[in-house]
Structure formats: C-alpha cells, structure tokens
C-alpha cells in the first residue's frame, strides 16, 4: 500500500465512523438504542439488510469462487427474493404487531419463557462465532498479503465497530451501514470497469463470456437434481429458501435492522428492495471474478495465489518440486493463451470454434492439474496449512495491477463490509442478551436508563469476545466455509420452532423445546457423519422440529397457545 | 424501556398500501416475476456460452 492508498482507506474510514457517532449522539433511551427510534425510510432499511449480510468475506471469496468454480454460486441467493415476499406477508406484520424488541420475544408469547430463550442461546452461539470470523477472516487475508500482524487488523476493525456500536446503537449500525453499501458498491463498479479496460483491446464483452464459457465457467444455473452438489437451481429454492428464511425471518442481526422501520409498510419496502437487488448484485460480484479469470488468461497468474504460504514451501526440501511444478504451470499458462487467442480469433472471422474450444478445455484441465499438486505439494510441506488460495485470487489482483487509489479504497471496501457485518451482529448480541436475558430474568424491573447501560456495557463485552475469538480462530481450518456451515447447522431448528409457532397451532412449548433439542443434536451429526451439502442442513433441522414437535405435542397431550399472534 | 408486547402497533398503520403499487400483492409479484425473469436470463447465458 503506498501513502495515496493509506489516506483514501483511513479517510474513508474515519469518515464513516465519526458520521455514525456524530449522528447518533443524541441516543438517550432503551427504546432508542434497541430499534433505532422506529423511524427509517425503506431505502435504508433495504441498503442495511444488504450491508449486513454482505460481509468482507463475500467481497474476498466471491470473485475468488468465480475464478475457480464459475458463475453458479450465484443460484445460492435464489432464496432470497421468495424468502423476502414470504417474510414480508407474515412474519413482519406479526414482529410490526407485538412490537418486539427481539425476534425471540415473540416466542414466549406463543410458547413459553424456556423455548424463547433456548432460540435466543442458539442465535448467541452462532452469531457470537460468526461475529468473530466475520472479523477475522479479512483480517488473517489482508495481514497475510500486506504483511501487517493479524492480531492488530483483528484489533483496528473490532475496535472501529465496537466505538461507534456502543455509541449510537441500532440507529449508528443503520446509518453508517447506508454509506459502508456506497463505499462497497462504487469500489466494486469502479474495479469491474478497471478490470475490464486491462483485458486486450480488441476483446468485447462477448468475448470476455465466451472464453469464460470456453473456459467452463459459464454455467450459472444447473437443473441438475443432485443432492451432493452444493449449488444447483433446487439447492437454491429449497435448501437456500430455508436458509433465508431463517437468516432474515429469526436472525435478530437482520430483525434488527427492519425493525428499525417508520412503519410496517417501510420494513417490507426494504427486504421487498433486497429481494429485488441481491441475485443481480452477487451476479455482478461473481462477474468481477470473471473478469479476472479471464484477465489471466492473458497474463500469468501465480501458480499458487497465497504468496506467503508459497515463500515458506521455498523453505523447504519441497522447494525443488516447487521450481518444476511452476515451471511446468507456465509452458501450460503459455499453450492455453495459444488456444484462446484461436478461439478469439475463430469467433472475430465468424469461424466454427469447435477445435479451438477443445484446444482451451484441454490446456485448462492441464494447469489446473499443476494447480491441484501446487495445492497438494502446501498439505506436503505443512501440514494442516490451508491449501485453498481461492479466497486470495482478488485481493492478489488488486494488489499487483490496481492503480494507487484503487488499492486503498478496494481496501476500504473490504473494512466497509467487516465493520457492516459485524456491527449488526454486535448489537444484535447485546440486545439480545439484555431483552431476552438480562431483563427478562435477571433485573426485570429496572428503570430505562439501566438498560440502556446495560445494552451497551453488553454490546462491548460480545466486542471484545468476537476480538478475543478472532485471535484464537487460526484454531480453526477453512474459515470461509465455516461460516457458512455455522449458519446452516443452527438456523433450521430455529426456523422450525417459527414455523410451528405460525403454523401449527396446537403444538405447545414443551413438545417444541424438546423438538428443537433433539433436531438441533440431529444437525450437528448430520453435518459431522455425512455428505450431504450445508444448504440442506437448514431443511433438515427445520423439517424435524416441525415433524418431532408435532409427534411431541400428541404424546404429551399438550396442546393451545398461550397467546395469539 | 416498553413493557413486553404492547399491544399497541407503531407509529402508523399496519393496513397501508405500498407506495409504487396498487397492492401488496402486486408489489410481492413484481418481485417473483423479476426473479423469474433473471433466472431466465441466466439460463439463457449458460445456453449462449456453454
């Protein structure tokens, strides 16, 4: 990072961070704190269920997802529009009409007091892991390619998030988030279009997807009906649904945010605007993978796209495996760009492709053989390294062809998403743990002044235990995918007791507690004994709770809810 | 702070109508169709460029 880079990262930084305190100074009361004043417009609620779920790890790994497995991650958010349409018919009108602090409340209403916070402990878990790989996971990426020391980055986002959290509350997590989604998008347009001026000049857009298709990275819907593939259409609608369902509908880190609405119409208007804005935005995001794949099409890539990882292997007696195995990846490099600038030129003569497709295809399967033993060659020389460099491949780019500038606020892009992300689950936790915790069991009858010290003193110790997780996360192997697999493992039982609580009227809160218990048991040794892909995790546990609360609910004679909703 | 579940609503009125469509249903199908309609397009560029 050179001087330009560093002012355009700290002032945009800076910027954010002292508008979001400055704004929110005035937050005086619980209420105010808790939901925001209850008084935002649609289009911020919309960009804030956006920044929320956008996490730096999505601006890291999403290009890097497209450079090696093409464009079908994008059928993961398919869930996102139905999820959005059914939220907004049911359950946000029933969270509009209780005026609950927290999605959980609303189960003791319709339970009891044992099954509502059994939920608010599972989300406390899950979010409270995910807060603290949401910090860590830019962090150990950006450390490693800076050379700066993991546990100071760990320590400068989590700091930045927790002053002006702690601060402003809901109402500082929404406003800054309004401007973080400008940052992010405008940095991601800006790169998109830098990277698209460095392909050849000749090369149209066209052009660019067709040697992607070349390539086999094109296919971005597959109807396949394969239960081990991860991302396929009907892992999309179904398994992501559920998913969704649960992350938006269940998760207080989004509740929050759409609670925060001026009226019910204004918190339907935004997740209406998410479910309208979100496929086409990862689209786009894994299109800005596209283009760097085919970027290296025409300029050699690293053979191994985690440098750090590579000088240690040079430090090794593998470092002469190494030399050949790099060798042997640029005469590959050298004979694939042979063949695509044939099927360029085959496609600007209107000449049939065929043989110059199966010339691409055969030199790419030929250095990704070389990549996979490069991969193999890291497990080889240290053991219990991670040998995936796909989470490397944009930042790689950006540092080694971006223009001072660019590198600082694709940089701010990625600190904009870790301190969105992770500021929603911080004040999701804190509020979490005073209204279904602390309030409710602990101190009920406290005056509002106490409670808003306590959100706060709360929202700092989830602060310091999401820092204090990062810095012991290289514990744990592949960080990315755990994200997304703690999620999967907790929100289907969670979902489930929703759905009964909506649905299934007669089912009581003692069968459903001890439904979500076993189903929750269920997921877990599901997800540790099979092969079955995450998506389907949440189908699993939702599907069980449902199906067991009902089997429950009739052996226990139990039946009537205790209040309407 | 609120006492738990009031059972007074917020500010304004649940029953409102969306602001750039006649209905809520209309504006959830507007929604579904768009996604419909991305989806084909993907599905077209998978054909286009398999």
């Not at chain 1, 479910?275 to 283009?291: A, S």
């Not at chain 1, 929202?459 to 514990?475: E, I």
Request: net charge positive.
């Amino acid at each position: 990072m050179r001087p330009i880079d560093w002012l355009v990262l700290a002032g945009t930084l800076f910027l954010i961070v002292a508008y979001g305190v400055w704004k929110t100074r005035g937050v005086k009361s619980a209420e105010a704190y808790l939901r925001g004043g209850s008084d935002m417009k649609w289009f911020t609620i919309g960009l804030s269920v956006m920044a929320t779920q956008a996490s730096a790890i999505t601006f890291l790994s999403t290009p890097g997802q497209a450079y090696e497995d093409g464009m079908g991650f994008v059928q993961f958010y398919f869930g996102v529009p139905l999820a959005m349409v059914i939220l907004s018919a049911t359950i946000v009108p029933i969270y509009y009409r209780l005026r609950v602090y927290t999605a959980y409340e609303y189960l003791e209403g319709r339970f009891d007091q044992k099954t509502r916070q059994l939920t608010g402990f599972l989300f406390l878990i899950q979010r409270g892991l995910g807060a603290g790989l949401s910090i860590y996971a830019p962090a150990i990426i950006v450390s490693t390619v800076f050379g700066w020391p993991v546990q100071a980055t760990n320590l400068a986002i989590g700091a930045l998030v927790i002053l002006y959290t702690v601060s402003g509350g809901t109402r500082a997590v929404s406003q800054t988030q309004t401007y973080q989604m400008a940052v992010i998008l405008g940095g991601m347009v800006l790169a998109f279009v830098f990277i698209f001026h460095q392909l050849p000049e000749h090369m149209s857009f066209g052009d660019a997807l067709g040697v992607a298709g070349a390539l086999g990275k094109m296919k971005v819907v597959d109807f396949s009906p394969r239960f081990d593939t991860r991302y396929t259409f009907w892992a999309g609608l179904t398994g992501g649904l559920f998913l969704q369902l649960a992350y938006f509908g269940t998760d207080q880190s989004q509740v929050q945010r759409y609670l925060t609405g001026s009226s019910l119409g204004e918190s339907r208007l935004g997740l209406l605007m998410n479910g309208l804005v979100k496929v086409p935005m990862q689209f786009f995001i894994l299109l800005v993978g596209l283009t760097v794949l085919v970027f290296y099409q025409f300029h050699e890539p690293p053979v191994f796209f985690n440098r750090a990882e590579l000088e240690l292997v040079r430090k090794t007696p593998q470092a002469a495996e190494l030399a050949a195995l790099e060798t042997a990846h640029a005469e590959a490099f050298r004979e694939k760009r042979q063949h695509v600038e044939a099927l360029l030129a085959a496609r600007a003569e209107a000449r049939p492709e065929t043989a110059a497709r199966q010339g691409v295809t055969a030199a790419a399967a030929r250095v990704a053989a070389v990549r996979k033993d490069v991969k193999a060659l890291v497990r080889r020389a240290h053991p219990g390294h991670e040998p995936n460099d796909a989470d490397y491949i944009f930042i790689t780019f950006v540092t080694q062809h971006f223009p001072e500038g660019l590198v600082g606020l694709l940089m701010a892009v990625i600190f904009c998403a870790a301190m969105s992300s992770s500021a929603s689950a911080l004040n999701a936790l804190g509020s979490t743990t005073v209204v279904d915790f602390y309030r409710r069991s602990v101190r009920p009858a406290a005056s509002d002044a106490h409670y808003l010290r306590a959100a706060k003193l709360f929202t700092v110790l989830w602060g310091a235990l999401a820092v204090l997780f990062a810095t012991f996360a290289s514990l744990v192997d592949n960080l990315i995918q755990a994200v997304n697999i703690i999620g999967s493992i907790f929100y289907g039982p969670t979902l489930g007791v929703f759905l009964v609580g909506f649905f299934l009227k007669r089912v009581g809160g003692t069968a459903v507690f001890w439904a979500t218990v076993v189903s929750q048991g269920l997921v877990i040794v599901v997800a540790r004994v099979s092969s079955i892909g995450y998506l389907w995790y949440n189908v699993i546990g939702c599907a069980a709770v449902v199906v067991l609360g009902i089997g429950l609910s009739w052996v226990l004679g139990e039946g009537g809810r205790r209040r309407p909703a | 702070m609120a006492s738990e579940n009031p059972p007074s609503g917020p500010p304004s009125s649940i029953e409102e109508g969306p602001p750039f469509f006649r209905s809520w249903s209309g504006a959830y199908l507007f929604v579904l169709v768009n996604l419909a309609v991305v989806i084909a397009i993907f599905a077209w560029l998978s054909w286009v460029y398999r």
